[in-house]
Nanobody, 124 residues
Framework: QVQLVESGGGLVQAGASLRLSCAAS????????MGWFRQAPGKEREFVAT????????YYTDSVKGRFTISRDNAKNTVYLEMNSLKPEDTAVYYC?????????????????WGQGTQVTVSS
């Protein structure tokens, strides 16, 4: 059973930075594409960023390009989301997820394991 545990969320002011972490259990972390998603109250879960197995390829939703950076440390079974210049519209519960497919993916339906989420609140 794979477990994903997010941490690093919190309440910050607009313009601040946060770094989210997602620690994965298991010995095959490097075999899987990882992604970050978010869900704001009353809205559907949306794609934020994804990274391939080696960490050499990433992809972001347009609204976070240039502000967020996804990375991974396969030796530590951990994926990160560095968030800079945060805006109130970034407020959401952030989830990390593992994809069962080999290439980077943006559809949440193509991810099979999810963490419990961490709250990020950005005040104006």
């Amino acid at each position: 059973q794979v477990q994903l545990v997010e941490s690093g969320g919190g309440l910050v002011q607009a313009g601040a930075s946060l770094r989210l972490s997602c620690a994965a259990s298991g010995r095959t972390f490097s075999n899987y594409v990882m992604g970050w998603f978010r869900q704001a109250p009353g809205k559907e879960r949306e794609f934020v960023a994804t990274i391939n197995r080696s960490g050499g390829s990433t992809y972001y939703t347009d609204s976070v390009k240039g502000r967020f950076t996804i990375s991974r440390d396969n030796a530590k079974n951990t994926v990160y989301l560095e968030m800079n210049s945060l805006k109130p519209e970034d407020t959401a519960v952030y989830y990390c997820a593992r994809s069962r497919l080999s290439a980077i993916r943006t559809n949440p339906g193509e991810y099979d394991y999810w963490g419990q989420g961490t709250q990020v609140t950005v005040s104006s």
